[in-house]
Nanobody, 116 residues
Framework: QVQLVESGGELVQPGGSLRLSCVGF????????MRWYRQAPGKERELVAD????????NYADSVKGRFTISRDNAKNTVYLQMNSLKPEDTAVYLC?????????WGKGTLVTVSS
């Protein structure tokens, strides 16, 4: 059974840092592009970053460039999102995504709240 499980979200002050993790189960993780999305209350889901299967190519939304870094450890079936210089507008549920066996797969998400 294909599963994506996120963790690492919490309340953090503006300017702080967090690292999110997403572990994949039930599929050959190293074969797939992995993505992080986020969804803030009342807003559409937004693609934050993606990373190629070998971890060589990464892409970022303009809103997070220079602050967030996506990486992966294929030996651990895990993709990470390092978030620095967090802003209140980064507050959202962060979701892991992969298109596996031609189906979009989503985790349940992890909540990041940036507030003083």
């Amino acid at each position: 059974q294909v599963q994506l499980v996120e963790s690492g979200g919490e309340l953090v002050q503006p300017g702080g840092s967090l690292r999110l993790s997403c572990v994949g189960f039930g599929f050959p993780f190293s074969n797939y592009v992995m993505r992080w999305y986020r969804q803030a209350p009342g807003k559409e889901r937004e693609l934050v970053a993606d990373i190629s299967s070998a971890g060589i190519i990464t892409n970022y939304a303009d809103s997070v460039k220079g602050r967030f870094t996506i990486s992966r450890d294929n030996a651990k079936n895990t993709v990470y999102l390092q978030m620095n210089s967090l802003k209140p507008e980064d507050t959202a549920v962060y979701l892991c995504n992969a298109r596996v066996y031609n189906v979009q797969r989503w985790g349940k998400g992890t909540l990041v709240t940036v507030s003083s």
